[in-house]
């Protein structure tokens, strides 16, 4: 089976950095995502890795690490329009399971002015 | 390109009523999937599929069905409503390729079951 651990709640001032962990444990593994779900909203994909090591991608940097079985989502000069849910995924490594994703239960991440 | 659209966008219905959630992408994305998202939890695979005509079951199938004929739709019925079934909907679609696979995920429908 595959489960996910990442905190449930995160606070962070406006132009601040945060980090949110995500621990995993699966079977199958073939890649970490990361998607944004503002309140209401659709999730939104962030980021991907496939390999161990940090993707960037504008003010947002994924890393991960494969022998601990960890990542996380990187969030440089917090603004307020982060504020958000964010949702670590594992994505099944085989293929005749369409490339699945299993969700992690999300971090509710507040930014304060 | 509109994506991935759903519909309705809100729906009520009386424990026993049946209804059809319908997902359409015009993305020509072989992978569709069927989540459910319960208030502050996150997302549970309902059904996925990997083309038309080939369907299979995700983590939570009970109560659901779904097929796919064509690329671009695959329809979600629920049978028999139970409250439990009270939840948001996403359908998503995604390329299916190995390396950076996204999933588009569309609006979502917000179903109350009483």
């Known amino acids: 089976g595959q489960s996910l651990e990442q905190p449930s709640e995160v606070t962070a001032v406006e132009g601040a950095i945060v980090q949110i962990n995500c621990t995993y444990q699966?079977?199958?593994?073939?890649?970490l995502s990361w998607y944004q779900q503002h309140d209401g909203g659709a999730p939104t994909f962030l980021s991907y890795?496939?390999?161990?090591g940090l993707e960037e991608t504008g003010r947002f940097s994924s890393f991960l690490s494969r022998s601990d079985s960890y990542g996380y989502l990187l969030l440089q000069e917090l603004q307020m329009k982060d504020s958000a849910s964010y949702f670590c995924?594992?994505?099944?490594?085989?293929?005749?399971?369409?490339?699945?994703?299993?969700f992690g239960q999300g971090t509710e991440l507040s930014v304060k002015p | 390109n509109a994506g991935v659209t759903q519909t309705p966008k809100f729906r009520i219905l009386k424990i026993g009523q049946s209804m059809t959630l319908q997902c359409t992408q015009d993305?020509?994305?072989?992978?569709m999937y069927w989540y459910r998202q319960d208030p502050g939890m996150g997302l549970k695979l309902i059904y996925y599929?990997?083309?038309?005509?080939?369907?299979d079951k995700g983590e939570v199938p009970n109560g659901y069905n779904v097929s796919r004929s064509t690329t671009e739709d695959f329809p979600l019925r629920l049978e028999l409503a139970a409250p439990s079934q009270t939840s948001v909907y996403f359908c998503?679609?995604?390329?299916?390729?190995?390396?950076?696979?996204?999933?588009?995920f569309g609006p979502g429908t917000r179903l109350t079951v009483l």
């Open positions: 998503a679609s995604s390329s299916g390729t190995h390396t950076k696979d996204t999933q588009y």
């Open positions: 699966t079977s199958g593994f073939y890649g």
């Open positions: 890795n496939a390999l161990d």
């Open positions: 995924a594992v994505r099944s490594r085989f293929y005749n399971q369409g490339g699945k994703l299993i």
């Open positions: 993305m020509n994305h072989n992978y």
């Open positions: 599929s990997v083309g038309a005509g080939i369907t």
